[in-house]
């Protein structure tokens, strides 16, 4: 299986051209994507600004994972474009991706390796400049002293998604892409990545795409929600607002509401 940090190299970070700080972070227009004549996803257009964490939301199948992959350069687009801090990511890839990178539950790091070996075999893919001194950084930081020397493999899920976010932030991305960021932790654990999340976003430069089944834990951490459903975004907004402008008391429950037509709509273009 091929993971999205082994789809590029990165260039040295000096070389990176300082973000504008008006400027969004992603700019996604018209993307779409099909396989044969199913579509994936369809006309899907939205932004991320800087300091800002957006929440894609949408029940099992709803393009989420598929969009995901595509703003990773890991799939390529049908139709539509994808800018990351202005650079094109079918045309200017490199560039693109090299302010890039990504998280998730189903993309662990090498168990045979420790914290610091993984950290440091990542920073020389990315070619981080100054590497020893930024990984030192990382490691007290995400709170990984104790760990440095020890294997990924023997780590709690607590620890291991601390050291997957290390590794995420070796490169100070300006576009962090979460997918699924505190699934199985426990609720102590879960909250301090958030924190440390929520932290990056507001001291950092950049902005950050984030995917989550957990309704609360969004209501918490995301400054504005995209609701996909078969594809296509349904709503947007604020998701300590959007609910009660459609009639819901919660989140969950406005996502219980579409997941349900979601599951109805499938089920009828079955028939």
Request: charged residues 20%; hydrophobic residues 40%; proline residues 5%.
């Amino acid at each position: 299986m091929r993971f999205p940090w082994q789809a590029w190299r990165l260039s040295p970070l000096s070389k990176l051209v300082n973000p504008k700080p008006s400027s969004p972070v992603l700019q996604v227009s018209g993307l779409g994507k099909r396989y044969g004549e199913r579509a994936a996803v369809s006309d899907v257009s939205f932004e991320v600004g800087r300091n800002e964490i957006v929440g894609l939301l949408g029940p099992n199948g709803a393009g989420k994972t598929t969009t995901l992959n595509m703003v990773l350069g890991v799939l390529e687009p049908s139709a539509g474009r994808i800018l990351i801090e202005g650079f094109d990511v079918q045309r200017q890839r490199r560039k693109a991706l090299e302010r890039t990178n990504f998280a998730a539950v189903y993309a662990p790091l090498p168990g045979n390796l420790t914290v610091y070996e993984n950290l440091r075999f990542f920073g020389l893919l990315y070619a981080v400049r100054n590497l020893a001194r930024r990984i030192e950084t990382l490691i007290e930081q995400f709170d990984l002293v104790r760990f440095r020397d020890t294997r990924c493999g023997v780590l709690s899920s607590g620890e291991q998604t601390r050291v997957c976010l290390a590794k995420a932030m070796l490169n100070m991305p300006q576009l962090l892409l979460l997918d699924e960021p505190t699934a199985s932790l426990d609720p102590a654990t879960a909250r301090d990545i958030r924190a440390q999340i929520k932290a990056i976003a507001t001291h950092g430069s950049g902005g950050i795409l984030w995917t989550s089944h957990n309704m609360l834990e969004v209501q918490e951490v995301c400054d504005r929600v995209l609701f996909l459903s078969r594809g296509r975004i349904l709503l947007q907004g604020d998701p300590r607002t959007l609910p009660q402008q459609h009639g819901e008391a919660t989140l969950d429950d406005l996502f219980v509401k579409l997941a349900h037509a979601n599951a109805a709509q499938n089920a009828e273009g079955t028939e």
